[in-house]
């Protein structure tokens, strides 16, 4: 993948044809009604530095990072421009420039980039620690004292939005290697990648995601450490990063030891389809990457493709109503829209209504919440009015998304705004419905 726009392939800065059919559904273009602000005005930029005619400049940098990625305008473009390949590249080049660099940018992004989203372990110690901190009550002593005032400005602002470390990690509720019971088919061979943010915050939906396998006949191998996937190294202009962790991923889990390597976060999913493009210069991992791409399914995916199982119960006791938001990176960058709305249809006792602006960004965007909070703030405040609005009409009561990105950011919004909806992943009421099937059934055998 090129390192900068002039190595880019010329043909893919050229597929724009300036229809416009894009900007209606850019929301930065939405927000200013700038050009410069739309998919259209920033392949111009990029194409105007490629040519020469565009110096490095703070601007450059600016527009790229108020860029959110969330690649709806790659889903309504009718020429098939590749924006997503387009931004990393005009990303990477800005880190090449290095305009963009202060001791404290540097400092940070140095300490999660290249220590913590590189080292498993070190990540691991660096949940625990905050854990701690949490669970003994020094986070909610230091809120009551206002000791928050003493941290530099960004921190301040950034320290509500902490999310809740999980109880236990991925590796300490799933065992390596889980079977499925009896089953009369021969068992899908698959792989769990557990990411690295669900892997701390979410580990239950991973518990979730192999109850899930498991009910439909697949084994399911779940290496208790992994690295990063390296989406958040490609998407912040760090390709050899995203290189090195992508070659790291290959080697843990070789794609063809297995019938599916499965993701169920959309944000990592969107990126482990691109390991082909990000290693098609290296001989020694080119081949693995093709079968490795081949092998990618997001879990809603893979259960529509293999027909999963009906669950004979309802996930909760009374009927609920449903609604679903689409994380850009799962419905634009995977173009997986449909099947978890199917998944939930086909769960008894649920009941899915349509959201409105269902796959107009949130504002969570990677790390958009924190280098751009003015954007974010106003994406999460329409999100969480649309959602309240579905509660009012319709009585929703779940939101249903799959990304870990979309949850932090949409439970704390609907938090803050007193809403009672909860905020969970369609397969966590998958495998719910599955429990309490498995649970009548003990019960009737125990009558
Ligand atoms: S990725 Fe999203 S914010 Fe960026 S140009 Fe495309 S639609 Fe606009
Ligand atoms: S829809 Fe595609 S071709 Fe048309 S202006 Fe947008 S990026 Fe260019």
């Not at 559904?25 to 005619?53: F, Q």
């Not at 965007?365 to 319709?394: C, D, F, H």
Request: with cysteine; net charge neutral; hydrophobic share 35%.
């Amino acid at each position: 993948m090129a390192a900068s726009l002039s190595d880019l392939d010329y043909s893919i800065l050229q597929q724009c044809m300036h229809c416009g059919m894009c900007l209606p559904t850019c929301p930065t273009y939405d927000a200013t009604k700038r050009e410069r602000n739309s998919p259209r005005g920033r392949i111009a930029l990029m194409r105007a530095v490629a040519d020469g005619d565009l110096q490095p400049s703070w601007e450059f940098a600016d527009e790229m990072s108020y860029c959110l990625g969330c690649l709806a305008c790659q889903t309504a473009c009718p020429a098939g421009v590749q924006y997503g390949q387009l931004l990393e590249t005009a990303r990477a080049q800005v880190e090449h420039w290095g305009i963009d660099k202060s001791p404290m940018r540097t400092f940070w992004r140095t300490l999660t980039l290249r220590v913590l989203f590189t080292s498993p372990w070190l990540l691991r110690l660096a949940g625990r620690l905050l854990r701690l901190y949490q669970q003994t009550g020094a986070q909610s002593l230091v809120r009551r004292l206002g000791l928050t005032r003493l941290l530099p400005a960004n921190l301040r602002r950034l320290e509500p939005q902490t999310p809740a470390i999980a109880t236990s990690f991925s590796h300490e509720i799933i065992k390596e290697n889980e079977q499925p019971s009896a089953t009369d088919q021969p068992a899908k061979r698959v792989a769990l990648l557990t990411g690295c943010v669900q892997d701390l915050v979410f580990s239950d939906i991973n518990r979730d995601t192999v109850d899930v396998l498991l009910a439909n006949g697949c084994s399911v191998h779940t290496p208790a450490s992994q690295p990063c996937c390296g989406s958040l190294h490609a998407h912040n202009g760090e390709h050899e990063l995203a290189a090195s962790l992508a070659r790291r991923m290959i080697d843990l889990l070789p794609p063809d030891d297995f019938d599916a390597i499965i993701t169920n976060a959309g944000g990592c999913g969107s990126h482990l389809r691109q390991y082909t493009a990000l290693l098609a210069d290296d001989p020694a991992y080119a081949d693995r990457a093709r079968s490795w791409d081949r092998k990618i399914r997001d879990i809603h995916e893979w259960l529509l493709e293999t027909g999963f199982r009906t669950p004979s119960a309802p996930p909760y006791e009374a009927p609920a109503t449903v609604t679903y938001h689409d994380s850009c990176h799962l419905a634009h960058g995977q173009k997986v829209a449909r099947q978890p709305r199917e998944l939930l249809r086909g769960i008894p006792g649920v009941e899915l209504v349509e959201l409105a602006e269902a796959s107009w960004c949130c504002g969570s965007a990677g790390v958009y919440n924190i280098t751009q909070p003015e954007q974010s703030a106003s994406l999460l405040a329409r999100k969480v009015s649309n959602i309240q609005k579905a509660a009012l009409k319709s009585g929703v009561t779940l939101l249903a998304q799959s990304n870990p990105g979309c949850h932090l950011q949409i439970q704390r919004g609907l938090r803050e705004a007193g809403i009672p909806v909860m905020v969970t992943q369609p397969v966590s009421i998958l495998a719910e419905a599955y429990r309490r099937e498995s649970k009548d059934r003990a019960g009737s055998q125990h009558s």
